[in-house]
């Protein structure tokens, strides 16, 4: 098994950080977004049962998680464009 350089490592270690921080952006901003969508459709008014309020939960977290997984081929073309700015050798 080959053993990394320490520029290998310096640049895994980069391109996880720039990963990490990617996804940093994309939990706030896709946080901040469906809140400003229940906001505007004021989510709260439709919870005239002990059911709806239940099922607003599963609702508002796969909202999220579609907003957030939208992120990913963002997220990888920022840190491959990145990837490919590092020397490797």
Known sequence: MAHLSDLEIQNWIALYA???LCC???????IATV????????????L?????????????WWRWQKLYLLSTP?????????AATLSWS
């Open 18 to 20: 720039a990963a990490g």
């Open 35 to 46: 809140f400003v969508e229940l906001y505007r459709e004021e989510a709260w008014g439709n």
């Open 48 to 60: 005239k049962t002990f059911r709806s309020a239940i099922l607003l939960i599963p609702r508002t």
């Open 74 to 82: 963002v997220t990888l073309a920022i840190v491959g464009s990145f």
């Open 24 to 30: 940093v952006f994309a939990v706030v901003l896709s």
